[in-house]
């Protein structure tokens, strides 16, 4: 399994943002996350498509980001939009095929992990 990351840049806040993350070696069975880490603070969840079904969002985000997998391209997104200053992370997308619902959140869950890229708002 492969993980590679991309579209990340610098927007104005309110802007919207596309984070593409190509997921080579994975299936529909894996459940597919996001994760961010904004400088000197921990790595937090914030969406992911469990097993290629259903999607779950941090609270921050819910409403303004949208998680989704093209199959075809093995490729899952991250549309940002409503952007906020606070958003500024470097964003990390992680793949587990063994991953329970209950640790969904849990960044040390999972076993594959992109190389990052990264979001700024500026306000």
């Known amino acids: 399994v492969q993980l590679q990351a991309s579209g990340g840049g610098l927007v104005q806040a309110g802007g919207s943002l596309r984070l593409s993350c190509a997921a080579s070696?994975?299936?529909?069975?894996?459940?597919l996350a996001w994760f961010r880490q904004a400088p000197g603070k921990d790595r937090e969840f914030v969406a992911a498509l469990w097993r290629g079904a259903t999607t779950y969002y941090a609270d921050s985000v819910k409403g303004r980001f949208a998680t989704s997998r093209n199959n075809a391209k093995n490729t899952v997104y991250l549309q940002m939009n409503s952007l906020k200053p606070e958003d500024t992370a470097i964003y990390y997308c992680a793949a587990s095929s063994s991953l329970i619902l209950s640790s969904l959140r849990l960044h040390e869950q999972y076993t594959y992990w992109g190389q990052g890229t990264q979001v700024t708002v500026s306000s």
């Open positions: 070696g994975t299936s529909s069975r894996y459940t």
